[in-house]
């Protein structure tokens, strides 16, 4: 069975570092491309970041570019979202995806993290 499970989440106060990590099981992902979106209550999904198969290449949203960093580790299946001077309006549930394809549908979704910044 494939999962992506994530972790890291919690409750910070704003200015506050968090480091969230997406675990690949299942098979190897080492050919996917991963990324992270979130989902604030009463929003929709948004995207947050991106990373190649091969960890190349990057992709931010405005809303957290110079803030946030996304790295991949293929030895350890795992993708990872380092968050710094995190803000109230990051406070969401983080979700991490992987897709074989560029710019096709995601083929796996993870289960979520909670992220909650106070001010």
């Known amino acids: 069975q494939v999962q992506l499970v994530e972790s890291g989440g919690g409750l910070v106060q704003a200015g506050d570092s968090l480091s969230l990590s997406c675990t690949a099981s299942g098979r190897t992902f080492s050919g996917y491309g991963m990324s992270w979106f979130r989902q604030a209550p009463g929003k929709d999904r948004s995207f947050v970041a991106s990373?190649?198969?091969?960890?190349?290449?990057?992709h931010y949203s405005d809303s957290v570019k110079g803030r946030f960093t996304m790295t991949k580790d293929n030895a350890k299946n795992t993708a990872y979202l380092q968050m710094n001077s995190l803000k109230p309006e990051d406070t969401a549930v983080y979700y991490c995806?992987?897709?074989?394809?560029?710019?096709?549908?995601?083929?796996?979704w993870g289960q979520g993290t909670q992220v909650t910044v106070s001010s």
């Open positions: 990373i190649t198969w091969n960890g190349g290449n990057t």
């Open positions: 995806a992987a897709r074989l394809l560029a710019r096709a549908a995601y083929d796996y």
